[in-house]
């Protein structure tokens, strides 16, 4: 029995982890090789240094993680605000919860392209404001990247908020019911009880959106500013050129900051189940 129980098991997990070696690890592994590879020289890593000197991949990669970490957070703090709005009855709450889900199925680039229409200079809110002596500032296109960030939180938060609402939804009521009924305000009982007892799905929904973010290519592509270019966009570019060292290099880059995020959602994930096992023994 337990022999057959290993074997289903074997059959089971093998496929899986063979197709994320084929897709992952494998191209990974070629483009890290390929990056330090010189075929005059041999083993270097002058693109690396390169790559570190340049000015414009510095930028880019700062800018990108600001970017994401902008809209992430804009797009949690409307989760969490869509996720209290759904667990009350209201009229029309059907309606409004089918409807506040329809980014999630949009395109970026179809995003981008609203954005523009919307909110440039010349587009159809600047143009509706302007009989009213109301100049729009510049939005899309900005040196902050401002328009980067509502794109991308406009398109991201429709998830977060299913996300945390899942993460709330699981919560027993009692819970919540027992610490007001010992005299907790439901301010007090939310943050006290409801937020520590969904803070892994709440951890989930924040990696998931900023590793989201940071890998979407149209949105910062069509809103954000000539320079700096999100590191994304600057990897098009070298690919573009046919400059194929930078590519690789600019490829590692970027795959070990997205490594380095999953390592932190792994180590903040022990820390919230280290926590909760404590608390459970205490």
């Given at each position: 029995?337990?022999r ?13 982890v ?65 996720a ?56 899309v296109r900005?040196?902050d ?46 943050w ?11 951890a989930a ?19 954000g ?21 930078r ?36």
């Amino acid at each position: 029995m337990n022999r057959t129980r290993r074997w289903v098991i074997f059959v089971s997990v093998v496929p899986a982890v063979a197709l994320l070696m084929l897709l992952f690890y494998v191209p990974l592994a070629a483009a890290l090789y390929q990056s330090v590879d010189d075929r005059r020289r041999g083993f270097t890593l002058a693109a690396y240094g390169s790559l570190l000197h340049d000015a414009s991949v510095r930028r880019g990669l700062l800018f990108s993680l600001e970017y994401a970490l902008a809209s992430t957070i804009a797009a949690f703090v409307y989760g969490m605000i869509w996720a209290a709005l759904m667990r009350r009855a209201f009229p029309g709450k059907r309606w409004f919860g089918a409807l506040s889900r329809a980014p999630i199925t949009i395109p970026g680039i179809a995003v981008a392209l609203m954005m523009l229409t919307l909110l440039e200079q010349g587009g159809f809110l600047a143009r509706s404001l302007a009989p009213l002596g109301i100049v729009l500032p510049r939005i899309v296109r900005d040196p902050d990247g401002i328009g980067t960030v509502i794109g991308l939180a406009w398109k991201e938060a429709p998830l977060m908020g299913a996300i945390v609402a899942a993460a709330f939804g699981g919560l027993k009521p009692e819970v919540v019911q027992a610490a007001r009924s010992l005299g907790a305000s439901p301010w007090r009982a939310f943050w006290l009880i409801q937020v520590p007892a969904a803070m892994p799905g709440l951890a989930a929904a924040a990696i998931l959106g900023f590793v989201r973010a940071l890998g979407a290519f149209a949105i910062p592509s069509l809103l954000g500013p000539a320079y700096p270019k999100p590191i994304l966009v600057l990897l098009y570019d070298a690919f573009e050129y046919g400059d194929w060292p930078r590519v690789y290099t600019i490829g590692i880059l970027f795959a070990s900051v997205s490594l380095f995020v999953a390592w932190l959602y792994h180590r903040v994930m022990r820390a919230i189940e280290g926590g909760d096992g404590g608390r459970a023994s205490a």
